[in-house]
């Protein structure tokens, strides 16, 4: 007999344990395809600090983090989403970030991880960060958008139901309201807490000084506040720029960067030209032709500098974030499971690679004669 018949054949499990196994145990389906995980997600890392302490909390992160915005959707191949939580959780990344509006449509990106969690993974949910937010527009009318305390705890309800979920490990506020009280945002993010709907909260698209307004009101509430989650790579500094950085790391938050590679900029994709299958030519929402073409020279001398480290030009963009002692993780986003492989390979050179302060400088001295 093996283990998986074990499980589902032992008479003493209670009804509320099997709720928290996956589906194809739960019901017997012996013969089912059933995801186990490697026995060795652990301990490849193990003695590697490859998990880091999310600024002065006891919560760990890996380096790389698994973002469900883009090929979660109700548009996109389920099988390869299962693939990519699995190639992620097998090789030591255990944070899965989402939101409430990820899709397309708004919604169903939650709903297909919960489906996965449900039917694959349930058994693993004390080994997983799942972080999900609210804050942009997620439904009709004056209540499903920005920071109001209806809104937020209203869609954490949604987000949870289409999980199926009780908690999530992260909450974020997903960008600063101008027109609702700080603290009335921040009081319904305790709420959360206090409700055991989340386990700690963070904020997303803050500015520094904004943040620093909201962690007065958030440790006066005694409410964890551990993270914050902006936009950072070599060509975008706005937090440098804004007072995030500086402020995250004073005050001892954790960081984690979303798009660390520009959209795909910072890979070799575009060095020379844009391929067909690409998502510049597929989808120009984010990334546009022009604005691919006006770095191509930047690019190039970012490139020639990874060449120097053994690097390619993503990997020295991921590598760059890691080396950076404000940082947390970097959250990734993949359409296949081989770019996940590609990242942590990043995040495996940037333990092993010293960057030093004359080649980080000219990092520096490049970018700013292209006004980035």
């Known amino acids: 007999m093996n283990n998986r018949q074990a499980i589902v054949n032992m008479p003493e499990y209670s009804g509320i344990?099997?709720?928290?196994?996956?589906v194809c145990l739960r019901k017997g389906l012996v013969n089912m395809a059933c995801y186990t995980a490697s026995k060795i997600r652990y301990t490849e890392v193990e003695g590697t600090d490859f998990y880091r302490h999310c600024g002065k909390s006891g919560l760990m992160l890996p380096p790389i983090a698994l973002g469900l915005w883009h090929n979660f959707g109700?548009?996109?191949?389920?099988?390869?989403?299962?693939?990519?939580?699995?190639?992620?959780?097998?090789?030591?990344?255990?944070?899965?970030?989402l939101a409430?509006?990820?899709?397309?449509?708004?919604?169903?990106?939650?709903?297909?991880?919960?489906?996965?969690?449900?039917?694959e993974m349930s058994a693993y949910r004390d080994e997983l960060v799942i972080s999900t937010k609210?804050?942009?527009?997620?439904?009709?009318?004056?209540?499903?958008?920005?920071?109001?305390?209806k809104y937020l705890i209203a869609s954490l309800d949604q987000s949870l139901k289409r999980m199926g979920l009780p908690y999530v490990d992260i909450f974020y506020h997903h960008r600063?309201?101008?027109?609702?009280?700080?603290?009335?945002?921040?009081?319904?993010?305790?709420?959360?807490?206090?409700?055991?709907?989340a386990l700690y909260v963070g904020l997303s698209n803050y500015d520094g000084s904004t943040m620093a307004k909201a962690e007065r009101i958030l440790d006066e509430l005694h409410c964890p506040f551990i993270i914050?989650?902006?936009?950072?790579?070599?060509?975008?500094?706005?937090?440098?720029?804004?007072?995030?950085?500086?402020?995250?790391?004073?005050?001892?938050?954790?960081?984690?960067?979303?798009?660390?590679?520009?959209?795909?900029?910072?890979t070799d994709k575009y060095l020379k030209n844009i391929p067909k299958d690409s998502r510049v030519a597929r989808d120009g929402r984010f990334l546009h032709e022009d604005?691919?073409?006006?770095?191509?020279?930047?690019?190039?001398?970012?490139?020639?500098?990874?060449s120097g480290y053994k690097m390619?030009?993503?990997?020295?963009?991921?590598?760059?974030?890691?080396?950076?002692?404000?940082?947390?993780?970097?959250?990734?986003?993949?359409?296949?499971?081989?770019?996940?492989?590609?990242?942590?390979?990043?995040?495996?050179?940037?333990?092993?690679?010293?960057?030093?302060?004359?080649?980080?400088?000219?990092?520096?001295?490049?970018?700013?004669?292209?006004?980035v």
């Open 17 to 22: 344990e099997k709720v928290q196994l996956p």
């Open 74 to 97: 109700s548009v996109d191949n389920y099988e390869n989403m299962k693939q990519m939580c699995f190639t992620a959780f097998d090789h030591g990344i255990t944070h899965f970030d």
């Open 100 to 119: 409430n509006n990820y899709g397309p449509v708004y919604g169903s990106a939650e709903e297909n991880f919960g489906r996965i969690l449900r039917e």
């Open 134 to 149: 609210a804050g942009y527009d997620m439904w009709e009318g004056p209540y499903g958008n920005w920071g109001s305390r």
């Open 176 to 197: 600063m309201d101008p027109n609702t009280p700080l603290e009335e945002t921040m009081e319904a993010l305790a709420q959360i807490v206090r409700s055991g709907k």
């Open 228 to 266: 914050n989650q902006n936009r950072y790579s070599i060509l975008d500094r706005t937090i440098e720029k804004n007072g995030l950085l500086k402020q995250t790391y004073a005050s001892g938050r954790g960081l984690i960067c979303f798009s660390p590679l520009a959209q795909g900029m910072l």
């Open 291 to 306: 604005q691919v073409v006006s770095m191509r020279p930047l690019l190039t001398e970012l490139n020639d500098i990874a």
């Open 312 to 371: 390619s030009l993503s990997e020295l963009a991921i590598a760059w974030l890691l080396n950076k002692p404000e940082v947390t993780t970097v959250l990734i986003g993949a359409s296949k499971p081989k770019q996940i492989l590609s990242n942590l390979k990043a995040a495996e050179k940037q333990r092993t690679t010293k960057m030093e302060s004359e080649e980080l400088a000219l990092i520096e001295k490049t970018v700013s004669l292209y006004h």
